[in-house]
């Protein structure tokens, strides 16, 4: 894969706990692809992927969106989100697709999906975030 904003960019422990990885992203079209890797760690007592693990991929699929799209620049601490489970998902592995639908000055609006290997969707979500600009080191 090409060279990404993410390759100088430390992983945090979350998304290495969920098995993050970037598969692409398009700049033109605001787009990301993140795989994931889910075991028996993230299971319900109903033997499914519990639904706290569905929101995180998903979350962790449309900042990386954000963040890719304005270069580095903007990134977004999430300040409401809704989720829809929309099918059991079992441990494998997952693809979230993400996308940035708006920026403004002090609000950014993304989507993303999660599908399972077979291709269903199984979870989608959206998210309302505070746009902070500069490095994600500087936190606030």
């Given at each position: 894969m090409a060279a990404s904003i993410f390759d100088d960019f430390p992983s945090p422990s979350s998304a290495r706990l969920l098995g993050w990885e970037l598969r692409g992203f398009d700049a033109e079209?605001?787009?990301?692809?993140?795989?994931?890797?889910?075991?028996?760690?993230?299971?319900?007592?109903?033997?499914?992927?519990?639904?706290?693990f569905l929101a995180?991929?998903?979350d962790d699929t449309q900042g990386p969106a954000l963040f890719a799209a304005t270069d580095g620049q903007v990134y977004a601490p999430t300040i409401d989100f809704h989720?829809?489970?929309?099918r059991?998902?079992?441990?494998?592995?997952?693809?979230?697709?993400?996308?940035v639908v708006n920026v403004g000055k002090t609000i950014a609006v993304t989507e993303a999906e999660l599908f399972d290997e077979g291709g269903d969707l199984?979870?989608?979500?959206?998210?309302?975030?505070?746009?902070?600009e500069g490095?994600?080191?500087r936190r606030d």
């Open positions: 079209t605001k787009t990301i692809e993140i795989g994931f890797a889910i075991d028996d760690r993230f299971l319900n007592p109903a033997g499914t992927v519990q639904g706290g995180a991929m998903l989720i829809v489970c929309l059991p998902a079992l441990p494998g592995r997952f693809l979230g697709r993400g996308r199984v979870a989608r979500g959206t998210f309302t975030g505070r746009v902070r490095a994600m080191a």
